[in-house]
């Protein structure tokens, strides 16, 4: 009786291996291996993080470099990702296959700062996004467009030279790299706000968009780790400064819109041509448009370009002086 036990218990048990063996290969074959791109050895937990350094996409491209890999496969955090670092695949992912690759991940920073991911960053793809995005290209990027934009740029260029041919002795040394962004930063916020960037330490415009650009910036790990985001977000402290961020963006804007509808917005000097809000308003009461552009939409299209290059390191330069030098 036991042998007799034992037989069907071996019996059982090579059955059981052999239909384990049936469903791996039947399963095998009709779902083939994928062919993954190479990776880099990586480390648990936080996979490939520990290579990334203060400057990414170098550190990405050496990595591409050393591996002889235009396709790298990298594990951040618990977020899968590939980096191309080929032209030709570069066009082949988002150009041939732009549908399948034109959404963006909805980090925190942008579901709050972007007031719902509505800018065309942080868009999903779909009507709004190609609404959003024909705005942009028409009525900011367009050639004409650009062009009306030449007179801006001169202009600032000019202040800046007149007050730096003035107020700096010869053997002074210059930061050129300060005077650059803060002509760049005067340069985008006459397009986009028909007013020169807030320099001063105490202005809330300024204040804000700096903050919103370290937000936008930083390191996060929700975004590196989506499961663990509800929980470190909360005890960090990260969603708290999202949400007065936002609440003082929202402020911002509803008073420089307010201006342009109002009519209270006092334009420079020699500007004639409308700017980004105003282009915004009127596109908004257009009745063509596929998605209607709310408020909200509104505001995170504006701020676009000013959050682009906000930060300042430092103020030395008298921003009256140099409308005086202008002159």
Known sequence: ????????????????????????????????RQRLPPA??????????HLLTDMPHHALAELAKT????LLRLRLGSVPAVVISKPDLARAALTSNDAAMASRPHLLSGQFLSFGCSDVTFAPAGPYHRMARRVVVSELLSARRVATY???RGKELRRLLAHLTKNTAPDTPVDLSECFLNLANDVLCRVAFGRRFPHGKDDKLAAVLAEAQDLFAGFTVGDFFP?????????TGLRRRLKSCLADLREVCDDIVEEHVSGKHQRLPGD????FVDVLLRVQKSPDLEVPLTDDNLKALVLVRPLILSRSPG?????????????
Do not use: C, Q
């Open 40 to 49: 880099p050895p990586g480390w648990p937990v936080i996979g490939h993080l």
């Open 150 to 152: 030449g007179s801006v």
């Open 67 to 70: 591996m002889r890999a235009p």
């Open 272 to 275: 004639r041509d409308e700017d």
């Open 227 to 235: 499961e663990l985001e509800p929980f470190a977000s909360t005890v």
């Open 315 to 327: 103020e030395k330069y008298d921003r009256a002086a140099m409308d005086r030098d202008m002159h």
């Open 1 to 32: 009786m036991e042998m007799e036990l034992n037989l069907v218990s071996y019996v059982s048990i090579a059955l059981f291996v052999l239909s384990g063996a049936y469903v791996y290969r039947t399963t095998r074959s009709r779902s083939p």
